[in-house]
C-alpha cells in the first residue's frame, strides 16, 4: 500500500522488484499475504492519519503476517509506530533495499526498528528489475530536500540532497528502454537540486545521458523548482523533440510577502519571467503549478493579489491546496492562522481561475496533430498523453504503450472513468 507522492510509488515498485526477485508473489493489499508493506507518507497530518489507520487494518487480515512500515511517516515518528500492535519492521528513508531481509527476519519472530536519526548523505541505489504495469516509468536520480519551506516537514523526512551518479542514471535508463517503454520520467525528492552533492553535475547533464543512451521517445521531467530550471534546459527542451514540453513549476503563491513567510526562494516577478521566457523559446509548452491557499497571515488582500497575479501567467493546469498545518513545522506556530471555511472559499476560486487556464490553453491545439502516449483502456475509452502534458481519449481501436499521430476534435466532458474535467479528444490519423 502506497501512500503520497510519486517518488514514494517508484520506491514502492522497487520493492516489488526485490520481492519478485527472491521468488515472493505480489498480492493486492486486501488478500491474505504473509508480508504487508505500506509506504507511508507525512506531508500532513491526515497523511499520517491515513497511514495509522492502514497499519492497524493489516493486521487483521492475517495475524500471523509481518507488517512492516516504511517511508517519511517511518522516518520522523518511529517511535510512534513502534506503540501500534503488532508493527514487525520499521524502515525510514534508509534501507528500502533490505526490505526482504528485514521482512524474511521479522517472519522469524524479530522486531526490527532499522530507522537512522541522521539520514546519510549515499543515494541508496535501486533498480526496476521486474517492470510494472505501465507504459511510462519514472527514474528516481535524486533523493532529499534543504529548502525547509515554512510548511514543509520533508526536509526531516527525506534528509539532505543525495545524487544518483551519471554512470548509474544511465544504467537505469537502459534497463527502462530495454524492457520497452516509450517514456521516462525523471523523478526525485528536489531534482533541481540533482547533482549538488556530486560536483558539476546538474540536472541538465541527467538528461542528456538519458537521451544520449537510450532510444526511448519521450523524455520528462517531474515537479521542478522554477529557480532551478537552468537556460540549457529549456534550450535542450526547445531543440530536442524527444524531451516532453512540459514543465510542472510550484509557485505556491503570488504575493511576495506570504513567498517570503513559506520561505521560498524567489519572488513572484521571477517567476514571471521564467514561465515568459520559456513560451517565447516553446510556444506549446504546457506549465503546470502548484498554488497553496490559506497560508498564516493570508488576508483577503494577499490572496486577490496571488488571484490577479495566477490570471495573467501563461500557465496550463493549477493545483490547488489548502494550506494543511503539520507539527514540526514552523508555520504551524505561526499566528493569523485561516479558517477551513475561508480556505474552502479560495480553494474553489483558484480552481476556477484553473479550468479557464485549463481550457484557453487546451483550445489552441484544436484541429493540431499531436503525438499521444496511450496508456489506459477503460469501458472502450482509451486514454493518454500528449508531449506537452494533454490528456486524450478516443473510442477508436488504438494499443497501449505505443504512440499514434492524432487529431484534436473536441473537448471531452464525457465522463469515462469517473473524470469530470474537460478534456480533448484526439482522433486517429492514420
Do not use: W
Request: hydrophobic share 35%.
Amino acid at each position: 500500500m502506497t501512500l503520497g507522492c510519486k517518488v514514494n510509488q517508484v520506491e514502492t515498485e522497487m520493492m516489488i522488484s526485490l520481492f519478485l526477485e527472491k521468488g515472493y508473489e505480489i498480492v493486492d493489499f486486501t488478500e491474505i499475504a504473509d508480508v504487508y508493506v505500506i509506504n507511508t507518507c507525512s506531508v500532513t497530518s491526515v497523511s499520517e492519519q491515513k497511514s495509522r489507520k492502514i497499519i492497524r487494518r493489516a493486521k487483521k487480515t492475517n495475524e500471523k503476517a509481518a507488517v512492516i512500515v516504511v517511508g517519511c511517516y517511518a522516518q520522523v515518528a518511529p517511535d510512534e509506530i513502534a506503540e501500534i500492535p503488532d508493527v514487525s519492521v520499521i524502515i525510514g528513508s534508509k534501507d528500502k533495499s533490505r526490505i526482504v531481509e528485514l521482512a524474511e527476519a521479522a517472519l522469524n519472530g524479530e522486531k526490527i526498528n532499522a530507522v537512522q536519526g541522521q539520514i546519510p548523505r549515499e543515494f541508496e541505489d535501486m533498480s526496476l528489475i521486474y517492470p510494472p504495469k505501465r507504459t511510462r516509468a519514472f527514474l528516481k536520480i535524486e533523493d532529499g530536500c534543504e529548502n525547509f519551506c515554512s510548511y514543509c516537514i520533508i526536509p526531516y523526512a527525506r534528509g539532505p540532497v543525495r545524487s544518483r551518479s551519471l554512470e548509474s542514471v544511465k544504467r537505469e535508463a537502459v534497463n527502462l528502454s530495454e524492457k520497452g517503454f516509450l517514456e521516462i520520467v525523471l523523478t526525485g525528492t528536489h531534482i533541481g537540486m540533482y547533482g549538488k552533492d556530486l560536483g558539476g553535475v546538474t540536472l541538465f547533464d541527467a538528461a542528456k545521458t538519458v537521451l544520449e543512451n537510450t532510444n526511448i521517445e519521450r523524455l520528462r521531467l517531474s515537479s521542478l523548482e522554477s529557480v532551478e530550471l537552468s537556460e540549457d534546459l529549456i534550450n535542450f527542451a526547445k531543440d530536442n523533440s524527444r524531451f516532453a514540453k512540459h514543465f510542472h513549476l510550484p509557485l505556491q503563491s503570488g504575493s511576495n510577502s506570504i513567498l517570503k513567510a513559506m520561505n521560498r526562494h524567489y519572488k513572484a516577478e521571477d517567476f514571471e519571467k521564467l514561465t515568459t521566457k520559456i513560451i517565447e523559446n516553446i510556444p506549446e509548452a504546457s506549465i503546470s503549478t502548484d498554488i497553496i491557499v490559506g497560508f498564516p497571515g493570508e488576508t483577503d488582500e494577499l490572496f486577490e493579489e496571488t488571484a490577479t497575479f495566477i490570471k495573467k501567467l501563461p500557465l496550463s493546469r493549477i493545483h490547488v491546496f489548502p494550506y494543511s498545518k503539520r507539527p514540526g513545522t514552523v508555520a504551524a506556530s505561526m499566528d493569523n492562522q485561516v479558517s477551513e471555511t475561508e480556505k474552502k472559499r479560495r480553494v474553489g476560486v483558484m480552481q476556477d481561475i484553473g479550468k479557464i487556464k485549463s481550457r484557453e490553453f487546451m483550445g489552441k491545439f484544436m484541429g493540431k496533430s499531436a503525438a499521444v502516449l496511450f496508456e489506459t483502456e477503460t469501458n472502450g475509452v482509451t486514454d493518454g498523453l500528449t508531449s506537452n502534458y494533454i490528456r486524450v481519449y478516443t473510442k477508436d481501436k488504438v494499443e497501449t504503450g505505443k504512440i499514434y499521430d492524432c487529431i484534436i476534435e473536441d473537448f471531452y466532458r464525457d465522463g469515462v472513468m469517473g473524470r469530470v474535467a474537460k478534456k480533448i479528444v484526439y482522433k486517429n490519423d492514420l
